[in-house]
């Protein structure tokens, strides 16, 4: 069975710093990645989606992420925080045909200070 | 377009009763799947239709039933509250629920069970 790990519980950046969440997934084959965030008393919001083709993928809100099938890692980066990024944020994996069969991470709740 | 619309927001129970849980999604899509969220088991799914038909499961108890509509809009009931059973309840919606496809979530219902 597919499962994702997101290390890192919990993350505190400053407004403008650079931002990397890590996301590690284990499945048999290349499996459809995606990065959902979440605010407070809100339902998910896609960030970016990996199916195939190029590794690195460009998401809404300045953020993107990069697929590497020899870490079997998805990781989401952004050059420069804004206090507004601050929410919860989900790594996923879906399995082939089903997108809408998904396996979520633990998440990871970034603060951002000012 | 309208987004995905659940329905009731908040929902408190008590032990052992029953409740239903409505979602309304976006106009033109067919494909509905359900999520339970709570702090411990993070993000869960539970079912998803399509067609009126469930085409996946989760591994959830009996308890927990679904289903959909002729006009896609979906409906999820729990039978025999139990305290576990206090989450937040996500529903997504896509065209097709095939794998290169964009969820598009709901705020959710947040249901307590005293």
């Known amino acids: 069975a597919q499962s994702v790990t997101q290390p890192d519980i919990h993350i505190t950046v400053s407004e403008g710093a650079s931002l990397e969440l890590r996301c590690n997934y284990s499945y048999g084959a290349t499996p459809y990645l995606f990065w959902y965030v979440q605010s407070p008393g809100q339902g998910l919001q896609l960030l970016l989606k990996?199916?195939?083709?190029?590794?690195l993928v460009q998401g809404i809100k300045g953020f993107e992420a990069e697929f590497k099938r020899s870490q079997s890692s998805f990781n989401l980066r952004k050059p420069s925080v804004h206090w507004s990024d601050a929410a919860e944020y989900f790594c996923a994996v879906g399995l082939t045909g089903t997108a809408s069969k998904l396996t979520f991470g633990t998440g990871t709740r970034l603060q951002v200070t000012l | 377009k309208a987004g995905v619309t659940q329905t009731p927001r908040y929902l408190i129970k008590t032990r052992g009763q029953q409740v239903t849980l409505s979602c309304s999604p976006i106009?033109?899509?067919?494909?509905v799947s359900w999520y339970q969220q709570t702090p411990g088991q993070g993000l869960q799914f539970l079912f998803e239709?399509?067609?009126?038909?469930?085409?996946n499961k989760g591994n959830f108890p009996g308890r927990f039933s679904g289903r959909q509509f002729s006009n896609s809009r979906s409906e999820m009931n729990v039978s025999t509250l139990e305290l576990g059973d206090s989450a937040l309840y996500l529903c997504?919606?896509?065209?097709?629920?095939?794998?290169?496809?964009?969820?598009?979530f709901g705020s959710g219902t947040q249901l307590s069970v005293l």
């Open positions: 990996y199916f195939s083709g190029d590794t």
């Open positions: 997504a919606s896509s065209l097709q629920g095939t794998g290169n496809e964009k969820l598009f």
């Open positions: 106009s033109g899509h067919r494909s």
């Open positions: 239709y399509f067609s009126e038909t469930q085409r």
